[in-house]
């Protein structure tokens, strides 16, 4: 079965930090892997995605996020933080077979940025 | 362009009443997923369907839920009977037609069901 760990709840980090929010998979090929933003009672945005080639993808808002086949993971980062990033951050895990509609996500990591 | 539109944005039924949750696509999508968010918890797949059709609805509850896309209008999601445990965020999303279309799902903003 198919399966995405956010391991980190809850992040604090000042306005202006680089931020990594850490996303482990488990799948038994290469998965297709994306990043959605939550704010407070909207729905989700998608940030980025990946499905083959480059293993590091540019997304929206000045967000990127690597793929490393070999430690399982799509951490998502950013150079610098904004206030306006405060939210709640899911990965999210497509399989590449026939359910490959089925988004899997993790349980969310809620960032609060610090002026 | 609108984005995926959902209604109402909060609902709130007693016990044993039904529940109707309303999603129009994007223009020009012809998939649409609905997902479950309980609290604290990821979104969880429930139902995939496109017009007039369910394509897999392995997420759905076997009892008291149900789900429609027809030729016209939105799609819905019916809850009948609903108890405590239905209380969450019920997201919709839609996607574009052809075989990647489907990993492009845009989410609406979500219909907070509260029971009481």
């Known amino acids: 079965a198919q399966s995405v760990t956010q391991p980190d709840i809850h992040i604090t980090v000042s306005e202006g930090a680089s931020l990594e929010l850490r996303c482990n998979y488990s799948?038994?090929?290469?998965?297709?892997l994306f990043w959605y933003v939550q704010s407070p009672g909207q729905g989700l945005q998608l940030l980025l995605k990946?499905?083959?080639?480059?293993?590091l993808v540019q997304g929206i808002k000045g967000f990127e996020a690597e793929f490393k086949r070999s430690q399982s993971s799509f951490n998502l980062r950013k150079p610098s933080v904004h206030w306006s990033d405060a939210a709640e951050y899911f990965c999210a895990l497509a399989g590449s077979g026939g359910s490959n509609y089925k988004l899997t996500f993790g349980k969310g990591t809620l960032l609060t940025v610090n002026p | 362009n609108a984005g995926v539109m959902q209604n109402p944005r909060h609902l709130v039924r007693r016990r044993g009443q039904e529940a109707r949750l309303r999603c129009s696509p994007m223009k020009g999508h012809s998939h649409v997923y609905w997902y479950r968010q309980l609290p604290e918890e990821g979104l969880k797949f429930m139902v995939y369907?496109?017009?007039?059709?369910?394509?897999?609805e392995s997420g759905m509850p076997k009892e008291r839920f149900s789900a429609e896309f027809p030729k016209e209008g939105p799609s819905i999601l019916r809850i009948q009977q609903v108890v405590r445990g239905d209380s969450a965020a019920y997201f919709c999303?839609?996607?574009?037609?052809?075989?990647?279309?489907?990993?492009?799902?845009?989410f609406g903003p979500g219909t907070r069901l509260t029971v009481t």
């Open positions: 799948y038994g090929a290469t998965p297709y």
């Open positions: 999303a839609s996607s574009p037609p052809g075989v990647r279309g489907s990993y492009e799902q845009y």
């Open positions: 369907l496109q017009k007039e059709n369910i394509i897999d």
């Open positions: 990946y499905f083959s080639g480059d293993t």
